[in-house]
T-cell receptor, first 114, second 112 residues
Framework: EPEVTQTPSHQVTQMGQEVILRCVPI?????FYWYRQILGQKVEFLVSFYNNEISEKSEIFDDQFSVERPDGSNFTLKIRSTKLEDSAMYFC????????????FGDGTRLSIL | QQQVKQSPQSLIVQKGGISIINCAYE??????FPWYQQFPGKGPALLIAIRPDVSEKKEGRFTISFNKSAKQFSLHIMDSQPGDSATYFC???????????FGQGTRLTINP
């Protein structure tokens, strides 16, 4: 079964450093998403991306965050200057259809900010 | 208004029993309600989903019951098995929007 793959599985970064989280969505999917899950809390939406542009973003997704689809297979989340509170699991998801869902999630990248 | 409230936070059920997890929402624009299952170290995996034009959907041992007037929906797991032990999240989305709004999650433990 096709799956969303994320790398790395764990990223440790010093506060203030830039970090890029990478995702390979399912190949025929057109809609891409990032979510985050702070330890012990619920999964929260960050951003959705379609046709090479952001289609929706949450209040969490401020100027420190950016997303990009640099080629036909990768989808990346960049955090420009990391803060301690950015420590969380970051999940990438993709879907083939905007209306009929479902969104398929990767296994996440655990981001630890020191 | 964008919140989805989920209960209980944790649930322990004996093998063979019925597990019931409940969710409630306020925003009547929500029209898609999935349930996700998450094992430790893994991402959420879609279990079953429902739209408000039906009151119940069943897939194997998993059933969603939906009460539109009460703005509540629930997941029932029949004949619960130890392999069902996981965290379950309900979620909701508005048609045309793309974000899923998740509940707080329920940690389910099935005792053998």
């Amino acid at each position: 079964e096709p799956e969303v793959t994320q790398t790395p599985s764990h990223q440790v970064t010093q506060m203030g450093q830039e970090v890029i989280l990478r995702c390979v969505p399912i190949s025929n999917h057109l809609y891409f998403y990032w979510y985050r899950q702070i330890l012990g809390q619920k999964v929260e939406f960050l951003v959705s991306f379609y046709n090479n542009e952001i289609s929706e973003k949450s209040e969490i997704f401020d100027d420190q965050f950016s997303v990009e689809r640099p080629d036909g297979s990768n989808f990346t989340l960049k955090i420009r200057s990391t803060k301690l509170e950015d420590s969380a699991m970051y999940f990438c998801a993709s879907s083939s259809d905007r209306y009929n869902q479902p969104q398929h999630f990767g296994d996440g990248t655990r981001l630890s900010i020191l | 208004q964008q919140q989805v409230k989920q209960s209980p936070q944790s649930l322990i059920v004996q093998k063979g029993g019925i597990s019931i997890i409940n969710c409630a929402y306020e925003n009547t624009a929500f029209d898609y309600f999935p349930w996700y299952q998450q094992f430790p170290g893994k991402g959420p995996a879609l279990l079953i989903a429902i739209r408000p034009d039906v009151s119940e959907k069943k897939e194997g041992r998993f059933t969603i019951s939906f009460n539109k007037s009460a703005k509540q929906f629930s997941l029932h797991i029949m004949d619960s098995q130890p392999g069902d032990s996981a965290t379950y999240f309900c979620a909701a989305a508005i048609q045309g929007a793309q974000k899923l709004v998740f509940g707080q999650g329920t940690r389910l433990t099935i005792n053998p």
